[in-house]
């Protein structure tokens, strides 16, 4: 397997262009899954603290054996704890529930826009930054228009922000606002989970011509557009399989044709509706 290569994200951290997304890991099973994902190879890991998971996050750390250093840990503000001191609150939470000092990229989960905190969140969230106790800040399910407000009141862009992104909703044109402003795009639910995505005919023709699943497919053509997947799994095989994506490279029309597949949100996450508490 190739060695994972990495970004830099525009605070000069670096995140490895994949990562190991951890909603749904928990107890046993779920530590033993993120250990057994660490000791593949997997050098990012996603949680928030509404996945209830951060602890067996944390864990599965501690047991894989590997230097903390070499990870990059990411955890996420839940609605409940909008607002500029309670995301001092919660990032304690984070911490402890983790059993890490530092959280390594930290992210407010959804905008909520009818609350109206998340400005303040945002510029907690700096303030963190600047104590040391985050070493990269950003922002999850923001649009356009949400992130021209934090950036225009702050300065501050964010590193990163988390989307729903895949095939079936490719999200170009926020793609393109990330590049122009030096944020860098992860994608969660890469994969269109629950959908019939990995059974489209032509993505089962194009695996067949790499040798490859069509998984990888899919998530070699994340990589291809820049936007770092965070697939799911407990399954250690499919761990590894899902980090196998660096021996072949999709052509520009094979991209382009992956693209063509968009039809939109699966899910109704509308950011300017959503609300996630």
Known sequence: MAEIPTYTLNDQSSIPVIGLGTYGLRGPAGTEAVAAAIGSGYRLLDTALNYENEREVGDGIRVSGIDRDELVVTSKIPGRHHGYDETFGSFAESSTN?????????????????????LDTWRAMIALRDEGKVRSIGVSNFTEEHLERIIGETGVAPAVNQVELHPYFPQAALRA?????????????????????????????????????????????HVQLGSIPI??????????????????????????????????????????????F
Do not use: C, M
């Open 231 to 276: 697939p799911k799994s407990a399954d250690a095989a499919r761990q590894r399989a899902n980090l196998d994506v660096f021996d072949f490279e999709l052509s520009d029309d094979e991209v382009n044709t992956i693209s063509s597949l968009e039809r939109g949100r699966l899910w109704g996450g509308d950011p300017e509706t959503n609300e996630e």
């Open 177 to 221: 606002f990330h590049e122009r402003h030096g944020i860098r795009t992860e994608s969660w639910s890469p994969l269109a989970n629950r959908s019939e995505l990995t059974k489209e005919p032509f993505l089962a023709a194009i695996a067949d011509s790499h040798g490859v699943t069509a998984t990888q497919v899919v998530l070699r053509w």
């Open 98 to 118: 983790l059993g890490l000092d530092v959280i390594d990229l930290y992210l407010i989960h959804w905008p909520l826009p009818r609350v109206d905190k998340y």
